[in-house]
């Protein structure tokens, strides 16, 4: 067996981990379980999850290769039963950032009968993680066998069924998360993969391929994991043994002084040199030859070069100095320049200000990083000069830091009638708050007294919109439902004409009754025209409403990157961040873009994950996770408000009050209120 592993620019993004875990058997004992791989990606991912993927991989293994008297599907099993449990106790403390954005397979490959009569492949998986058979030409997506089910709350259920078969020499398993699958689809890479022979040097064939998309590569991000059931020399007949051979970077050298100076020595070529005897007569004293050592001369050598080596330091850190305190200066003189324009108190002083003391900053940061090498002094000037810097720039972008926001609301694990309730979105209708979640059948009500209704609708919705006096539903791929105000059952109102194959609303607002749906992979803005409600008699006689929409309509003209959409009249597309610059909020009016917006805020914008407004509301509300923020712009993109906390450490989504007086913000299991 080889094994290759294949990362592809794993700080493209900073929101995105992943990594795969390859780990064989230690001993004898361990041998019968044979090798486990994994393969793990998480999107959105917050600083606290990063060593996520190693965690729920460490305890895989550990579970797995615990008991050897376990068959190892039933290890398997179990080892994914304590992977529940560690996932649902994560959730229920709060943090379920996670759920929708984890990505995991898990293989194990045993002997079956000697590997001349094959190996055994159990695998699961969770996510959009792709698993291919590469076999004889043929290219087989074996994870399609899985019957996938969707994860319930309490218990939590994450990993479930584990698909089994029999693979043979020369088969070819490839592991490829989402972004590498399309890519490798897409340009027709797994054709040309399958084309190689199965012998010692198919990893040289694999990376050929990879070497020959370089480019394209370079602006995607993932694992492959490649495993090729190849016979080596010398293979055992009995048992099982794996070889992996991972692509890395080489590794340096070790330092050796005596390889460095010895060039220099042997050019000197220092002589042995001896003084003859010599017979002083009458005192009867010989002198003894005398040899000089090469070691000595070494040692005296690498003392002179140390000391050089400190004196050039000293001189090198005293003109170190010199540049900081000259940086210092000109941050000075920028500070002063911004006090200058704050005395006039107009707006364009205030953004030049706003500018010059963000240039300061990133020269104070630049200076930040040598802090080590600098006289304890200098350090406080550098500091002092930092702290003065950003309270300006937080009091010229209204940024309102909170160390103990209000808690409105928290959810517990097992009290009440949300006991074990995991919220994921949150909206208010009337002077009641909703919460649901896509991965749940229950719909959660918290009215103005905080009185709570846990409502069992038997039905998971994906998204949720303010419908006049009502709230419409969604659930994948086209169900409509509504929700009346006061109400607590649900009525289904229509499935919605599908516009083309293969669409995926991710996204969803609504204006005077018409239906905007975000297609993100698509790009699309599809509309559905509102044509009224209406009534109608049943026998016995009964009236219920009835509401209608139009075939679905492209609205815009050409496709677009982004990742939400509002609708006030206009339809407002967040787009996500990018690094050289770009608008992050696009206008559109009648399906042409208007103007684009970048907001010009401290600090900078890294990534929103939400937008909204309503025509009732005269500014745009952005989301920003991962600077623990929620930001108020006014529809020009002038800053209104910033509302930043250590708390806001799990932001999932937030709703506004019709008035726009109070937001509310779902952090993980706890409600955050916020008056304006």
């Known amino acids: 067996m080889q094994v290759f592993e294949f990362y592809f620019n794993p700080k493209l993004k900073s929101d995105l981990i992943f990594d795969s875990f390859c780990y064989e058997p230690e001993n004898i004992y361990e041998r019968k379980m044979g090798g486990l791989y994994l393969v793990g990606l998480l999107k959105n991912v917050l600083p606290k999850n990063l060593q996520l993927l190693e965690k729920i991989a460490k305890l895989i293994k550990g579970e797995y290769y615990k008991k050897t008297i376990f068959t190892p599907e039933k290890s398997l099993k179990e080892s994914l039963k304590e992977a529940n449990n560690f996932l649902e106790q994560i959730a229920k403390r709060g943090d379920v950032s996670w759920l929708g954005n984890l990505s995991f397979a898990i293989l194990t490959f045993t002997p079956h009968h000697g590997f001349w009569w094959g190996v055994k492949l159990n695998f699961t998986k969770v996510g959009g993680i792709k698993i291919f058979l590469l076999r004889t030409g043929k290219i087989i997506d074996i994870d399609k066998k899985l019957r996938f089910q969707d994860i319930e709350p309490y218990p ?19 592991v490829l998360t989402k972004e590498i ?19 010692h040097n198919f990893g040289g064939g694999l990376k050929d391929i990879l070497n020959g998309k370089k480019e394209e590569l370079s602006k995607i991000s993932g694992v492959c994991l490649a495993i090729s059931l190849t016979k080596e020399v010398g293979y055992p007949a009995k048992g099982w043994v794996g070889r992996r051979e991972i692509i890395l970077p080489k590794i340096s050298k070790e330092f050796s002084l005596k390889e460095v100076f010895s060039p220099f020595l042997r050019f000197l070529k220092f002589p042995k040199i001896r003084i003859p005897k010599l017979d002083i007569g009458a005192l009867g004293v010989k002198i003894k030859p005398r040899i000089f050592n090469k070691k ?38 920028k500070l002063n320049l911004a006090y200058g324009l704050l005395i006039l108190e107009n707006p364009q002083a205030k953004k030049e200000a706003n500018s010059l003391l963000k240039e300061g900053l990133e020269k104070i940061t630049s200076i930040l990083k040598e802090t080590q090498n600098l006289p304890k002094e200098l350090k406080g000037q550098v500091f002092s000069q930092r702290d003065e810097i950003l309270e300006k720039l937080y009091g010229l972008n209204k940024l309102e830091r909170i160390e103990g926001p209000e808690l409105f609301f928290e959810f517990t694990p097992h009290q009440g009638p949300g006991g074990g309730f995991i919220p994921q979105k949150i909206l208010t209708l009337g002077d009641d708050l909703y919460f649901f979640s896509p991965y749940s059948k229950d719909l959660f009500k918290l009215d103005k007294d905080k009185k709570e209704t846990l409502l069992s609708i038997d039905k998971k919705f994906n998204l949720a919109e303010i419908f006049g006096d009502s709230i419409l539903f969604f659930s994948k791929p086209s169900q409509i439902f509504l929700l009346k105000f006061g109400e607590e059952k649900l009525n289904q109102l229509t499935i919605l004409e599908e516009p083309y194959s293969d669409f995926n609303f991710d996204d969803f607002s609504s204006f005077k009754g018409n239906l905007y749906f975000f297609d993100k992979k698509a790009g699309q803005i599809i509309k559905y025209p509102y044509l009224g409600n209406f009534q109608w008699r049943r026998h016995p006689p009964t009236t219920l409403p009835s509401f209608a929409w139009a075939p679905p309509e492209f609205w815009l003209k050409k496709s677009v990157v982004g990742k939400g959409i509002s609708v006030d009249g206009s339809v407002w597309v967040l787009a996500p961040h990018q690094k050289d610059g770009g608008g992050a909020i696009s206008k559109y009016y009648a399906g042409n873009l208007q103007e684009k917006i970048e907001p010009n805020i401290f ?17 745009l509300y952005l989301l920003e996770p991962i600077q623990k923020r929620i930001v108020i712009l006014s529809k020009t993109g002038e800053i209104v408000k910033q509302f930043q906390s250590e708390k806001f450490d799990n932001l999932l989504d937030f709703a506004v009050s019709k008035d726009g007086k109070t937001i509310w913000l779902l952090n993980g299991l706890r409600v955050y209120q916020i008056k304006l």
Do not use: C, M, W
């Open 296 to 333: 000595l001369i070494l040692v005296l050598a690498l003392i002179i070069i140390l000391l050089l080596g400190f004196i050039f330091s000293r001189l090198e850190e005293r003109q170190k100095i010199k540049i900081f305190e000259k940086n210092l200066e000109e941050v000075k003189e």
């Open 181 to 199: 699958s399309d890519f490798f689809q897409e340009n027709l890479l797994l054709n040309e993969i399958a084309k190689l022979p199965p012998h």
């Open 156 to 174: 939590l259920k994450i990993f479930g069924n584990i698909v089994s078969g029999k693979l043979a020499e020369g088969d070819l398993i490839l």
């Open 603 to 619: 600090p900078p914008p890294k990534d929103f994950s939400k937008i909204f407004t309503s025509p009732t509301l005269p500014y």
